[in-house]
């Protein structure tokens, strides 16, 4: 249950359907709870900011909770009464009832414990205006002034919590609890930089959730029946054999990057067909891949093959592409081969037609071209565009960035949790193409490799990042090693 992503309108018909359980009233006790224990310092005052929706009700009910556990509270509202829902007014009654005081301006204190976000929590879809928009500065500069904690209800005010989209004045929490299951937005394009660490509270409705329509944040569960040890009795033709064709002048660096990630995450054999006439013929860091002509990659008799690093866009590019589109094999497309193929309808026409399984994996920009849309298209609905690439192009996708989005022309689709700004550098595509490439190569389905890929491809980077490494400076050749020992590590149990 805890990888379900569930969306705003399917949430608010789960809501209507179970209004008689008492949902806001569970919602702001358990708001109440974490408040409690996230408070820096209990002799401190906490201030609630109290929308005019059902996320203010929650935020009454969870002050009401707080005064009663001789909490100093602080709540400010200046919705009108007369417009709440009737739950959303009955927690303001028994506040008040109970002597609380709702203000209309925020006191002017010089330090708060913490401050609990009870403004719009998944009901805005615009930029908070007004009033609002001052208490979001105005908390948000708490938060880097005196490091106050912040607890975020549901979703961060400003955020969209079906795409993550920050509209514009957007709440920085530092802790979100979220209500009945997770929301996508919470984890893809600017969630993550302003949900903190984000806990979900099901509201006694996990029963209900079984077999409702969303998607899944992306964990080792999902490809964990892929990760079995190796049988002894086994040689290197077990493993597969994967084929790149790409490395044009002055970018062999990207092919190569590819072709010793694939080595080092298992494939039994790795073939570089490098475009660039005077590329050299062997690797001297990884002289275990065998370098040839781009045409002889193609008859090499492979089991999986990834066109498009460091491809160019040269006439020849052009034509391995095609040729590589009627290849038999599972093919994993990135870069150059993502550009040539987004300024060709041909090219595009013969992608949806393979009959092999493909596997997409564009950055933004690419899948803006893909679709020939704009880059803030793309951004303003991640999972509506990887949906809507992995449904035209009848392919398996990953489109990169902050909350990798992963879709299957089936239409499911799941957000990748791990990975963080070291990324952000060139050559970590490359690595992650050779990644699933591997996977492929030793027998992983198209999903599962996909998924596996990316959530590996990301714990790496992770696992740098704590150990010291990055993430600024990380560079994409020390994701390889670190993939290799994380998988090892996951295969044998660890």
């Known amino acids: 249950m805890g990888n379900l992503l569930l969306r705003s309108a399917f949430l ?47 935020a009454f009910v969870a002050a009401r909770h707080l005064r009663e556990r001789s909490f100093d509270v602080h709540l400010v509202f200046v ?15 028994e506040f008040v009832a109970a002597g609380g005081v709702c203000k209309t301006e925020i006191p002017e204190l010089l330090r708060w414990g913490l401050v609990v976000d009870g403004l ?41 919590a079906d795409t993550g989209r920050a509209y514009g004045p957007t709440i920085v929490a530092s ?28 509201l006694q409705l996990d029963g209900a959730l079984g077999d409702c329509p969303g998607g899944c944040l992306n964990s080792r569960e999902a490809f964990a029946e892929h990760l079995l040890p190796r049988r002894r009795n086994t040689h290197k033709g077990s493993f597969g054999s994967v084929g790149v064709v790409g490395g044009a002048h002055s970018m062999v660096g990207a092919a190569l990057l590819a072709g010793r990630a694939a080595l080092r995450l298992g494939a039994g054999r790795v073939y570089l067909g490098l475009v660039d006439p005077d590329a050299p013929s062997f690797d ?29 866009n040269s006439l020849i590019a052009n034509e391995l592409l095609e040729k590589a589109l009627t290849v038999d094999l599972p093919l994993v497309l990135d870069a150059d081969a993502l550009n040539l193929i987004a300024f060709e309808p041909a090219l595009k026409k013969a992608v949806a037609e393979r009959t092999s ?38 392919s398996h996708v990953a489109l990169k960035g902050c909350g990798t989005v992963i879709a299957s022309p089936k239409g499911q689709w799941w957000i990748n949790p791990t990975g963080n700004p070291g990324l952000a550098s060139a050559g970590t595509g490359d690595t992650l193409t050779g990644f699933v ?11 599962a490799a996909l998924l596996g890929g990316v959530y590996l491809h990301g714990a790496a980077a992770d696992t740098l990042v704590t150990s010291g490494i990055g993430p600024v400076g990380l560079t994409a050749s020390e994701l390889v090693d670190t993939g290799r020992r994380l998988l090892n590590r996951w295969i044998h149990g660890g």
């Open 12 to 58: 608010r018909d789960l809501e209507a359907a179970h209004a008689k359980e008492a949902l806001m009233a569970k919602a702001g006790a358990a708001a109440a709870v974490w408040a409690a224990d996230l408070a820096v310092d209990a002799g401190l005052p906490i201030l609630i900011l109290a929308g005019p929706g059902n996320n203010g009700g929650d």
């Open 79 to 93: 919705g009108d009464p007369d417009g709440q829902s009737q739950d959303a007014a009955s927690a303001r009654v």
């Open 120 to 160: 719009f929590g998944i009901g805005l879809s615009r930029a908070p205006e007004g009033v609002y928009a001052d208490w979001i500065r105005y908390v948000n500069g708490l938060a880097e002034r005196d490091g106050c904690p912040i607890l975020a209800l549901d979703c961060p005010s400003g955020l969209n």
């Open 175 to 202: 802790h979100t609890l979220t209500f009945l299951a997770a929301k996508p937005g919470l984890y893809t394009a600017d969630g993550p930089d302003h949900c903190g660490c984000v806990r979900i509270d099901y």
């Open 284 to 312: 001297p860091g990884c002289p275990e891949l065998m370098l040839r002509k781009p045409e002889g990659v193609l008859e090499a008799g492979l089991t999986a093959l990834g066109c498009g690093p460091g491809l160019g």
């Open 357 to 394: 399984s493909t596997v997409l994996t564009p950055h933004p920009l690419e899948a803006a071209r893909l679709l020939d849309c704009d880059l803030a298209d793309v951004q303003a609905d991640r999972i509506g565009t990887a949906t809507e690439l992995a449904w035209r192009f009848d």
């Open 437 to 447: 490439l591997a996977l492929l190569a030793q027998g992983w389905t198209p999903e």
